[in-house]
């Protein structure tokens, strides 16, 4: 068996490591002209530093003094006292911890990465099938697999610490109790900005009403959550309610400090040929540009119910979806399903956000909820 | 983890086959030379909102654009698809024309043989690739990688009928022999892979053998079934959907031997190639039906 020994002999290994170093020097020179691009573009200089947040969105007016040719728009955004370098972060669930991206796209140049919920046990998740595509979209049903919270810390929340980007936690459980230990584990790391409570599960105690159809028990989970959380607290919102302000009224009152909406849509597809579902659990959540007209309209109504920062996410795939959930109110957004065929959207849709606002001399800030209606 | 690359490719050529089989050919270069045996790609069909996801497909083969020849793979800069004509996704591929441009996510996942696959498999001394239908995309690119140093394989492959026995001449340089098996008789043995198979295994029962295979969910269980008698290891080339292809989606996870959230690993990451005794055969048969 001597031509077991070398299993990569006549592939090419040597091309593939040399292919691999040249491709990471271009790569990190890259980042550095993009870095010193972006420190002479803003008035800070060197590296942002990612816990003294400047002064956020309120307009500094050196940068609109340069000669109106050079208008420089700033995309930074401060939500819930954080500072972001621009309002694109990546959703969670569709980004896993970062790193699989790590490969594909600069991650210094997200606003933030929204990583893969975590609960405070580990989950195996639900039999396959768990996806199928549908038109414009695609059906879920993973069953929130992860790692669980401790594991995260130590194998996961290394590697994001060392990005610019802010790094927010979505945490989720099948009891306040679940969801407050979670955090509790959780508030232990170094590196974490902020955590995303995901209030779509069913709490198993109440009967497996899901927390996020329910006022009572959205209050309940988010009051419990808030009190225990170090970081401050991002609310994520079910679509799947009659009315979204009572919701989002109802996590404001709670003590959320941002909302993010929304999340996926429940739907289903069958196959008429073995009269079965596609999904293994029946039922999965619906998301892709299906259902951007949708998340739009809610992220609209939630803007003008509650005081607090809005993110913004459902089906962006583009700079101008994105300008149009910032229009309706949103402060930052969220990109999802797009990460899984096209891991450069985040980028595209930052730089064409930049273009409009260049283009129409107007900083992000300025366009949130900027929508005219007669 | 392997270096992967992202890129827009365009086509060379979109060969019709019998049985509305096709070999797509990519010029990809920096794809082609990273490829691995059993390694897979996501081709991305450009320019339709309505059909958003990657397509995985098993890397078939990968050589120069001018000259055929063996040390080929060195300067290989196409890349090359043989699919089946299933789906929406298969449809719109088969649509392609020498020009068009595609997305390409390659390579992918861990093929046949990883490190942690050779311990068991270097103890072979014949080495069995076991196909069935267009799971013979898979398993080109290892019998030469074998028969390059000097281990030729030898193929079984099964599938419905005559037009479905795609591909076979690409494999006559690089396997020893070649028993084919039909469901309907029109070409080979009559009936299933596993037939020859087994004739095979029996006659040769003292033989240290290594089954490579790759093909539908019941003619994998049963290779397994009759690897598992004779006592021989066998790795598997798994197939299901799949939303990214860099595991985060966790949409191709199956079941598997292990603890917690272990017990599901993911196709496109962890696999595609398993060893066959780490699979969980009863559950994954129910996801192939729903």
Request: some cysteine.
């Amino acid at each position: 068996m001597r031509g077991w020994r070398k299993p990569d002999k006549g592939l090419g290994a040597s091309i593939v490591l040399r292919v691999k170093a040249e491709t990471k020097q271009v790569c990190n020179r890259k980042a550095r002209e993009k870095v010193m691009e972006d420190s002479s573009k803003t008035r800070r200089s060197g590296k942002p530093s990612k816990r003294s947040a400047p002064g956020g969105n309120t307009h500094a007016s050196d940068q609109v003094s340069a000669s109106a040719d050079e208008f420089v728009p700033r995309l930074e955004v401060t939500i819930a006292g954080i500072h972001f370098e621009n309002p694109v972060w990546t959703a969670s669930g569709t980004f896993g911890y970062g790193k699989e991206f790590a490969h594909l796209i600069d991650l210094n140049q997200l606003g933030g990465i929204v990583v893969k919920g975590i609960s405070a046990e580990p989950m195996e998740g639900n039999p396959a099938p768990r996806i199928y595509e549908t038109d414009s979209g695609m059906l879920n049903a993973i069953g929130l697999q992860n790692v669980g919270a401790q594991r995260f810390l130590e194998e996961k929340l290394p590697f994001l610490r060392t990005l610019r980007t802010r790094c927010i936690v979505n945490v989720f459980g099948f009891s306040t109790d679940d969801y407050v230990r979670a955090i509790e584990i959780l508030n232990e790391g170094d590196g974490i900005d902020a955590y995303e409570l995901n209030i779509s599960c069913p709490n198993t105690r109440a009967g497996g009403i899901v927390y996020g159809s329910d006022p009572k028990l959205t209050e309940e989970v988010v009051a419990a959550a808030k009190k225990v959380a170090r970081f401050p607290l991002l609310v994520k919102l079910s679509p799947n309610v009659t009315d979204i302000t009572v919701f989002a009224r109802a996590a404001e009152a709670a003590g959320a400090d941002a909302l993010s909406l929304v999340n996926t849509f429940v739907g289903m597809a069958i196959d008429i040929e073995t009269a079965r579902p596609r999904l293994s659990n029946v039922t999965g959540g619906l998301s892709g540009p299906a259902i951007k007209p949708m998340a739009l309209r809610l992220v609209y109504q939630a803007a003008r119910a509650v005081k607090v920062p809005i993110i913004g996410l459902g089906g962006i795939v583009t700079a101008e979806d994105a300008i149009e959930f910032v229009m309706a109110g949103a402060q930052a957004v969220q990109i999802g399903t797009a990460n899984f065929y096209a891991p450069d959207t985040s980028i595209r849709v930052i730089e064409g956000i930049r273009d409009y606002c260049r283009r129409k001399r107007r900083h992000v800030a300025d366009l949130v909820g900027s929508l005219k209606v007669a | 983890m392997t270096m992967m690359y992202d890129t827009t490719v365009v086509v060379r050529e979109n060969r019709p086959l019998s049985g509305g089989h096709f070999l797509l050919s990519l010029h990809a270069p920096r794809q082609a030379q990273a490829a691995r045996p059993g390694q897979f790609a996501m081709l991305h069909l450009l320019g339709r909102s309505d059909v958003l996801l990657r397509r995985p497909m098993s890397i078939y083969d990968v050589k120069a654009a001018a000259p055929k020849g063996r040390g080929a793979r060195k300067s290989a800069e196409i890349i090359q698809f043989l699919y089946k004509v299933v789906g929406r996704g298969t449809r719109l591929m088969s649509e392609l024309k020498a020009g068009d441009a595609v997305g390409l996510l390659a390579p992918l996942g861990h093929g046949f043989f990883e490190e942690e696959y050779l311990d068991r498999a270097r103890q072979a001394d014949k080495i069995l690739l076991v196909a069935g239908g267009i799971g013979i995309a898979a398993l080109l690119l290892p019998a030469r990688q074998l028969a390059e140093s000097g281990l030729r394989g030898r193929l079984f492959f099964g599938a419905r009928s005559r037009a479905e026995i795609v591909g076979v001449q690409d494999f006559r340089p690089w396997v020893a022999a070649t028993a084919l098996a039909t469901e309907d008789g029109t070409r080979g043995h009559r009936g299933f892979v596993t037939r020859p198979l087994a004739a095979y295994l029996e006659k040769n029962a003292k033989k240290k053998c290594l089954l490579l295979a790759c093909g539908p969910m019941a003619m994998l269980q049963a290779v397994v079934k009759l690897a598992t008698q004779y006592g021989h290891p066998c790795l598997v080339s798994m197939e299901n959907r799949m939303g990214c292809g860099l595991g985060v989606c966790l949409g191709c996870s199956i079941h598997v031997l292990g603890k917690g959230h272990e017990a599901y690993q993911r196709v496109c990451t962890e696999g595609p190639v398993f060893w066959a005794d780490k699979i969980i055969w009863e559950d994954a048969r129910v996801a192939e039906a729903g």
